[in-house]
Nanobody, 125 residues
């Protein structure tokens, strides 16, 4: 069992930055592949970023590549999403997710076993 607790969402102007955090407990954090997804009203939940167990490998959606950075601190059992150059279309609820198996395509929500409660990010124009 993995429990995820997210923080760092809020309201920011276009062009600004936010840093999301996701603290994990339960299973040994260093063995868990982690991802961030987001969902806007009326939209499907979409992949944002993912990071390997060691933190060496990362992947990003085309829509955020070059603006967002995913990282992790295994000693603190925490994964981060640094969001820069934010746009109004980034407005969504952002979810942290954990994949304890690490076998499937990490851009697919079905690959993940546990999800956080979500944190709202609103970007004003």
């Amino acid at each position: 069992q993995v429990q995820l607790a997210e923080s760092g969402g809020g309201l920011v102007q276009a062009g600004g930055s936010l840093r999301l955090s996701c603290a994990a407990s339960g299973r040994t954090f260093s063995s868990v592949r982690m991802g961030w997804f987001r969902q806007a009203p009326g939209k499907e939940r979409e992949f944002v970023a993912a990071i390997s167990q060691s933190g060496r490998l990362t992947g990003y959606a085309d829509s955020v590549k070059g603006r967002f950075t995913i990282s992790r601190d295994n000693a603190q059992n925490t994964v981060y999403l640094q969001m820069n150059s934010l746009k109004p279309e980034d407005t969504a609820v952002y979810y942290c997710a954990a994949d304890v198996r690490g076998w499937e395509d990490w851009t697919t929500s079905g690959a993940y076993d546990y999800w956080g409660q979500g944190t709202q990010v609103t970007v004003s124009s």
